[in-house]
C-alpha cells in the first residue's frame, strides 16, 4: 500500500466505492449531497499525536482549535456555511483528565467564534497516543458550491493571503528556536489557523469563482488537485506568492528557502481559487493573483516571468 502513496491510496478506495448519482464524494474538500433545503456538506479529518501535534510543543487548547479549525476550513473550501461538528476522541489514560479538559476549551473558543455547535461524537481510551476525528456538517446554496473540477485554461489562480506562515512556524517549533516577536507571530499562525469562511461565502456569491479548495498541503500539492480534477496545466509566479513582513524577516535572518515554505509547508488553509483576470478590484477583501491556468497538465514556477527549475511537491502523509 504504501507504493501508491497517500493519494494512491485514496483513488484505490474511489475505485471500489462507485459514488451514488446526484452526489459528490471522494476528492473534494467535503461531499455534496442534494437535499430539499439545498446542498448539504459533509467532512472528516483526523488528528494524530506525534503525527498532527507534539503533546510537549502544542497546549491542548491550540489542539483543540485546530481540530476544528482544519474541518471548518474544509466547508469553507466549497463557499459554505458550517453547520455543526461532531468530535470522536481516542485518549490515553494520562490524558483523560486535565488535558482532554483543556482541549475542549479550545474546542469551544473556535466553536464559539464560528458560530458552529458540537452536536455529538464518540470517546474511547487509548492505549498511547492521542487521536482525534471530527466531522463537520455544513450547507449551501443548491448548486452553488466550489469545487476543485471546474477551472477552465486561461483563468487566473489567487489566493486569500500569505502563504508560509505556519510552515515557518513548524520550523521555529521543530529547530526550538529562541522565539523573535515574528516568531511568535508564525508560530501562532501554526497553532491556530484562521478558516476563512466569510471569505469563501463571498467568493461563491460573487458568481465569478470556478474552481476553489482551502491550502492544507501547501500550494505545489493543493494546486495539482484543481488541475487534475479540472484537466488544465498552471503557471505560478513564485514571486507573486503573498508572503508576510514576519516570514520574510525570519527567513532572511535564518538563510530558510521563503518559496520551499510558501510552496510546500501547507496549513496555512487560506483559499485557492481560479476565476476571470482582474477579480482583486472588484471584491471586497483582499485577493493575491499568482498565476494562470493553462493547457496540458503541467505545473510551471516562474520567477521575473521566467520559467525555473523548482521541484517541490508539498506535504502526503505516505
Ligand atoms: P483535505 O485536505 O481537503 O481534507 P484530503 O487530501 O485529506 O482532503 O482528501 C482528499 C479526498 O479524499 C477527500 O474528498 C476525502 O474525503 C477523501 N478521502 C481521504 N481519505 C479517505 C478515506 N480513507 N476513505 C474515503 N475517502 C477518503
Ligand atoms: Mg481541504
Known amino acids: 500500500m504504501s507504493t501508491r502513496g497517500e493519494f494512491g491510496f485514496i483513488d484505490f478506495i474511489k475505485g471500489h466505492f462507485p459514488c451514488p448519482d446526484g452526489i459528490c464524494g471522494i476528492g473534494d474538500d467535503c461531499a455534496v449531497i442534494p437535499s430539499s433545503e439545498g446542498d448539504l456538506l459533509f467532512s472528516t479529518d483526523l488528528l494524530m499525536e506525534g503525527v498532527h501535534f507534539l503533546r510537549d510543543e502544542s497546549s491542548p487548547e491550540d489542539v483543540g482549535w485546530k481540530a476544528a479549525a482544519v474541518n471548518i476550513s474544509d466547508i469553507a473550501a466549497m463557499g459554505g456555511i458550517p453547520v455543526a461538528t461532531f468530535l ?11 488535558w482532554a479538559e483543556r482541549f475542549m476549551e479550545g474546542y469551544a473558543q473556535i466553536s464559539r467564534r464560528y458560530d458552529v455547535p458540537l452536536l455529538g461524537g464518540d470517546t474511547t481510551s487509548s492505549l498511547r497516543d492521542i487521536a482525534v476525528n471530527v466531522g463537520i456538517l455544513g450547507r449551501c446554496q443548491a ?10 485554461v486561461g483563468e487566473t489562480i489567487y489566493v486569500t493571503g500569505p502563504l508560509g506562515d505556519s510552515a515557518g512556524g513548524l520550523q521555529v517549533i521543530l529547530k526550538g528556536l529562541e522565539r523573535s516577536e515574528e516568531m511568535n507571530v508564525l508560530v501562532n499562525r501554526h497553532k491556530r489557523p484562521v478558516p476563512r469562511v466569510r471569505e469563501g461565502q463571498m467568493l461563491m456569491e460573487s458568481g465569478k469563482v470556478s474552481a476553489m479548495m482551502d491550502i492544507s ?26 508572503c508576510s513582513p514576519e516570514l520574510l524577516s525570519v527567513c532572511d535572518g535564518q538563510g530558510w528557502d521563503r518559496y520551499g515554505l510558501q510552496t510546500s509547508g501547507g496549513e496555512d488553509f487560506e483559499l485557492l481559487f481560479t476565476g476571470p483576470a482582474g477579480l482583486e478590484y472588484e471584491l471586497d477583501f483582499h485577493i493575491y493573483p499568482i498565476g494562470e491556468t493553462v493547457c496540458g497538465n503541467a505545473l510551471t514556477w516562474t520567477v521575473n516571468e521566467e520559467p525555473v527549475d523548482f521541484d517541490y511537491n508539498g506535504y502526503t502523509h505516505f
Open 143 to 152: 448548486g452553488k458550491c466550489l469545487m476543485r473540477s471546474s477551472a477552465k
Open 217 to 242: 498541503d501547501g500550494i505545489a500539492s493543493d494546486l495539482r488537485h484543481i488541475m487534475k480534477a479540472s484537466g488544465v496545466g498552471a503557471v505560478v509566479a513564485l514571486d507573486r506568492l503573498p
Open 88 to 98: 470522536s476522541i481516542a485518549l490515553p489514560e494520562d490524558a483523560q483528565g486535565e
